[in-house]
């Protein structure tokens, strides 16, 4: 009844970790959920203020497809701030999240059997998304002991159909930050082969140690109009705005008008009023971004300090983002078998690595409440530790190891 595409996508594991997650705990079940890739932070004063003023006057219509004006405005100037280039509207697309911005840039460069690199530990969805525009996946593991992508790996997996390659710096899920020389090494990659490289920027906020990272743009020679590089970014995560569902793409005026096209003819335009939220956020007190950002990095030392205790664990500390992905192997080499025991045991969620494409690791995330967070790795270490007491009080509940 389905198409052979359907048949080759599958369901997004955090969205159905949500899911569980949400049923859990309307039975009264004392679940942690370690697993979240959404920050728990209010949203913006001021992306709640500009989303009122338009509903009092009633008028929310369509917008044109690469979005409203002073929104473009808005991430133009951001962009010259953390970018250092300038650009224009032309060379925007606003999309109905990050996400979305990714199925449109695809779509508008990519042909059927196109080869993408897919740098392991990859997020998610990369490879899906990738399947979903007729390309083909090809996915590589990172230099020996690090996050961070092999450059001789890479040259080795180019063939004749390879047109592109994504890249996430800050990691999601390891929270690796690539050093400078490494972004440096993949512009060179790049356009030394004449591929995309595509690099997903939504975590560009949250990097830990006082440090920063450098923009793509600045390892390029050539103008943007003349450039292979993409750069993806929105909202979600500096401002823990996921529900806005506002990302964008910044390419050279061709590929984000190809974009466009197919945004026209698939979701017509991001949301009147999740782009003034997006706006009002961006042109706001950004007093929020640097508060977030460093409850992120408290709960960062306290998530290492916590996972010290396992002796057999071996974690490489994340630079940024919201997640830490250790390598449980030595407890069980099935990431998804291990998820499943820390659920049923320990009733603390986590994301098996297979599905970033890396077995033996699990992705913990750091973004919910401290306390939760030490209970949820308490747990871990209790369910983990044989010489541990079979029966532990959580709550009104009592867990037993079986």
């Known amino acids: 009844m389905l198409s052979k595409l359907v048949a080759h996508l599958h369901d997004p594991p955090t969205l159905r970790l949500n899911t569980k997650v949400k049923e859990l705990k ?3 079940r004392p679940v942690i959920h370690l697993g979240s890739g959404e920050p728990f932070t209010p949203t913006p004063p001021g992306a709640i203020t500009a989303c009122e003023e338009l509903l009092e006057h009633g008028e929310v219509h369509y917008t044109a497809t690469r979005g409203i004006p ?3 405005d808005a991430i133009v100037r951001e962009t010259k701030i953390h970018h250092g280039i300038d650009i224009t509207h032309k060379n925007l697309l606003v999309c109905p999240g990050a996400k979305n911005a990714i199925v449109n840039l695809f779509a508008a460069i990519f042909n059927h059997h196109d080869e993408v690199l897919i740098p392991a530990p990859y997020w998610v969805s990369y490879p899906d998304i990738t399947r979903l525009v007729g390309a083909r996946p090809v996915t590589v593991p990172p230099l020996r002991g690090t ?13 004749p159909q390879t047109r592109g390659i994504i890249v996430n710096s800050p990691n999601n899920p390891s929270g690796a930050v690539f050093p400078d020389e490494l972004l440096r090494e993949l512009v060179v990659f790049a356009e030394r082969n004449d591929l995309f490289l ?32 993409v750069v993806i970014n929105g909202v979600s995560k500096t401002y823990g705005m996921t529900g806005f569902r506002i990302g964008w793409l910044i390419a050279n005026s061709e590929v984000s008008s190809g974009a466009s096209k197919i945004a026209a003819q698939t979701v ?10 997006a706006l009002g956020a961006l042109t706001g007190d950004q007093a929020p971004v640097t508060d977030l950002r460093l409850t992120l990095e408290r709960n960062r030392d306290t998530l290492l300090a916590e996972l010290g205790a396992l002796s057999e664990l071996t974690l490489i500390p994340p630079e940024g983002t919201f997640y830490a992905f250790p390598d449980f192997s030595a407890y069980n080499e099935s990431s998804a078998q291990l998820a499943e025991y820390l659920l049923e045991q320990a009733l603390v969620v986590t994301v098996p690595g297979r599905e970033f494409g890396m077995e033996g690791h699990l992705r913990l995330s750091f973004c919910g ?11 871990i270490r209790w369910a983990l530790d044989p010489a541990a007491p079979r029966e532990r009080e959580c709550g009104t509940e009592v867990l037993r190891k079986t």
Do not use: M, N, V, W
């Open 268 to 277: 017509s335009c991001a949301s009147h009023l999740t782009q003034l939220g």
């Open 369 to 379: 409440d401290r306390d939760e967070l030490i209970e949820g790795i308490r747990r």
């Open 198 to 229: 595509i690099l997903d920027d939504i975590y560009h906020q949250q990097i830990f140690d006082d440090r920063r990272q450098a923009s793509i743009f600045g390892f390029t020679a050539k103008p943007l109009e003349r450039s292979k590089l």
């Open 70 to 72: 002073e929104l473009l």
């Open 147 to 159: 996050f961070y992508p092999d450059i001789d790996a890479l040259h080795r997996a180019i063939t």
């Open 26 to 28: 309307a039975l009264g």
